[in-house]
């Protein structure tokens, strides 16, 4: 986004809403002030919402949502959980947890996000004869950034080599949360992939170094698309109605879980 609106020579100007409040967060600032354009990142729109956006009469780009009122991209989180999952049954593991955010639980509500990757799992494992095991799906202690977190992750691996020491790989609904379960895994004298695989998601920088595998949602890519798009409106070279795109994450395999499993 940034190389984008660089070669444009645009300002940026950068609203980092939180995740206690967002939606407040943006009103407050939509209300200081007048805007040329909007990307929105990461934040589902309500009606409010909608509302709140059109009466800016500024073009808007969403990025991680869908609506039929403005330009948006958004990724399959189904497809992308399904995919890690199923590798990992695909390299012979059987018992395979989840690390998830804060706002799981047992009834697959509150959060698209987590509750569709939640079913990408779910469904990998009954492709693969294996029963899901909601005791199997655990988050941290840690609240903040809704429990996408280093602290997060580590917590939940915790939890997960208590509940069942029989765990052989792991999915994580983050790479930061990966990262914190690596750690974990570590601290409790596992090997990976050896011992213990794991898979993350979003593939960040760091995983590429640290040979974590990862779904990759080509979040740079996407974030030139959108700011290509909201150029292209704020200059009236686009006056055609909103469109969406859906983005397919794709799995990076790496030396976390390239290893079939020795019990398969």
């Known amino acids: 986004m940034k190389d984008c609106l660089r070669e444009h020579d645009i300002d940026l100007l950068l609203c980092n809403l939180g995740s206690a409040a967002p939606r407040e967060t ?54 992308g959980a399904h995919a890690a999952t199923s590798h990992l049954t695909e390299m012979g593991h059987r018992r395979i947890c989840m690390i998830t955010a804060n706002v799981w639980d047992s009834k697959l509500v509150d959060n698209d996000v987590a509750r569709l990757r939640v079913e990408g799992y779910r469904r990998a494992l009954e492709e693969a ?7 199997l799906v655990q988050t941290g202690r840690t609240l903040k950034h809704a429990g996408f977190s280093e602290e997060a992750g580590y917590e939940a691996m915790l939890k997960l080599l208590v509940i069942d020491p029989e765990i052989s ?46 779904v990759d949602q080509r979040m740079q890519q996407i974030g030139y698309q959108a700011s290509e798009m909201l150029l292209a409106r704020s200059a009236g070279l686009r006056s055609d109605g909103p469109t969406s795109e859906c983005i397919v994450p794709e799995l990076k395999i790496r030396n976390s879980s390239c290893k079939k499993w020795k019990g398969a």
Do not use: C
């Not at 601290?187 to 794991?198: F, H, L, N, S, W």
């Open 169 to 214: 790989a792991v999915f994580a609904s983050s790479d930061v949360q990966a990262l914190g379960a690596w750690n974990a895994l570590r601290d409790a004298g596992r090997k990976i992939p050896d011992e213990t695989a794991i898979v993350g998601y979003d593939d960040i920088k760091i995983s590429r170094y640290i040979g974590l595998s990862s």
């Open 129 to 135: 004869g294996i029963e899901f095991d909601a005791d």
């Open 26 to 79: 943006l009103w407050r600032f939509l209300h200081r002030g007048t805007v040329d354009a909007l990307l929105l990142a990461s934040l589902p729109v309500d009606d409010r919402l909608v509302h709140e956006l059109k009466m800016l009469h500024a073009p808007v780009v969403l990025i991680g949502d869908k609506s039929e009122h403005f330009d948006s991209f958004y990724w399959d989180d189904e497809a």
